[in-house]
């Protein structure tokens, strides 16, 4: 993802050229370019897409967009965004070591290269701005409260460092895990947004096992969003979106779902 290529969008879109993409880098970014894009959209011609910078495929963009589009009014959306997190907490026992599990998901090719990139928290913040905006929030970044799992004195060091240092958490993780074990809760690290309050957040929660976002496995992503129609509000239950959020193939199908949405509204 490119934050040059997400300079050019509102110039293209004022253009009349179409942008589909899954860089997250514009929608998610500052206010100010986001807007131009949004009018430039408007009255430039270009049409924006970004199914896929959330949930890879899953239709979470367009569900938002859709309820909104018909009169609902979304009042909360939180989740697991992030296949990477999702994965670790699936896998992880609370027993064993937390940096085992961070080292072999590393080796296996589940984290970024410096795995820090998925532990700070900042790829889900930046999904939950998308979400917060879809929703009608029109938030920032530094907005969002954000609970890192990467301690502080190991931010700034060598790759190799953090990893032959990570190991120095895992006696606070394997707290946290029995804690939450103890209350029969397990583990997971989610997004949120509350439209009303106007808050959003990342940080580690527990859920009972009987919750949705427990019944995880593998790098699923799952979304749980409230409205006038959907949960307490609408006498109802949550809606829920659920499914790989993270892959080669399942975000190309996002990009070309978008590409086939353009295609169609051209008829």
Same mark, same amino acid.
């Given at each position: 993802?490119?934050?040059?290529? %997400?300079?050019? @969008?509102?110039?293209?879109? #004022?253009?009349?050229?179409?942008?589909?993409? $899954?860089?997250?880098?514009?929608?998610?970014?500052? *206010?100010?370019? @986001?807007?131009?894009? *949004?009018?430039?959209?408007? /009255?430039?011609?270009g049409k924006w897409y970004v199914e896929a910078t959330i949930g890879a495929g899953l239709p979470v963009v367009s569900t938002l967009r859709t309820l909104r589009a018909t009169g609902d009014e979304i009042q909360s959306v939180q989740g697991i965004f992030?296949? /990477?997190?999702?994965?670790?907490?699936? /896998?992880?026992?609370?027993? %064993? $070591?937390? %940096?085992?599990?961070? #080292?072999?998901?590393?080796?296996?090719? @589940? /984290?970024? $290269? =410096? $795995?820090?990139?998925? *532990?700070?928290?900042? =790829?889900?913040?930046?999904?939950?701005?998308? #979400?917060?905006?879809e929703s009608g929030l029109m938030i920032? *970044?530094? =907005?969002?409260s954000v609970e890192s799992l990467v301690p502080k004195v190991l931010e700034d060091c060598p790759t190799e460092e953090f990893m032959a240092k990570f190991h120095e958490s895992d006696a606070h993780m394997s707290e946290l895990a029995s804690k939450a074990a103890a209350e029969g809760n397990v583990l997971r690290f989610v997004g949120a947004v509350d439209v009303p309050s106007k808050k959003a957040e990342v940080k580690l929660a527990a859920f009972s096992k009987s919750h949705p976002f427990a019944g995880l496995s593998g790098a699923d992503n799952i979304l749980e969003i409230q409205s006038t129609r959907y949960g307490p509000l609408g006498s109802s239950t949550p809606l829920i979106i659920r499914g790989p959020g993270a892959g080669a193939q399942v975000t190309a199908a996002g990009v070309y779902g978008d590409i086939i949405?353009? #295609?169609?509204s051209r008829l």
């Amino acid at each position: 993802a490119s934050e040059d290529v %997400s300079d050019k @969008y509102h110039s293209w879109l #004022a253009k009349g050229w179409h942008v589909a993409t $899954p860089n997250k880098k514009c929608n998610s970014g500052p *206010l100010e370019r @986001y807007n131009k894009c *949004l009018e430039a959209s408007r /009255t430039g011609g270009g049409k924006w897409y970004v199914e896929a910078t959330i949930g890879a495929g899953l239709p979470v963009v367009s569900t938002l967009r859709t309820l909104r589009a018909t009169g609902d009014e979304i009042q909360s959306v939180q989740g697991i965004f992030s296949g /990477t997190m999702s994965f670790l907490f699936n /896998t992880w026992d609370g027993v %064993s $070591p937390f %940096s085992q599990i961070v #080292a072999e998901a590393k080796r296996a090719g @589940y /984290t970024e $290269p =410096d $795995p820090r990139e998925d *532990l700070n928290g900042m =790829d889900v913040a930046r999904k939950v701005v998308i #979400a917060a905006r879809e929703s009608g929030l029109m938030i920032s *970044l530094d =907005d969002v409260s954000v609970e890192s799992l990467v301690p502080k004195v190991l931010e700034d060091c060598p790759t190799e460092e953090f990893m032959a240092k990570f190991h120095e958490s895992d006696a606070h993780m394997s707290e946290l895990a029995s804690k939450a074990a103890a209350e029969g809760n397990v583990l997971r690290f989610v997004g949120a947004v509350d439209v009303p309050s106007k808050k959003a957040e990342v940080k580690l929660a527990a859920f009972s096992k009987s919750h949705p976002f427990a019944g995880l496995s593998g790098a699923d992503n799952i979304l749980e969003i409230q409205s006038t129609r959907y949960g307490p509000l609408g006498s109802s239950t949550p809606l829920i979106i659920r499914g790989p959020g993270a892959g080669a193939q399942v975000t190309a199908a996002g990009v070309y779902g978008d590409i086939i949405a353009l #295609a169609c509204s051209r008829l």
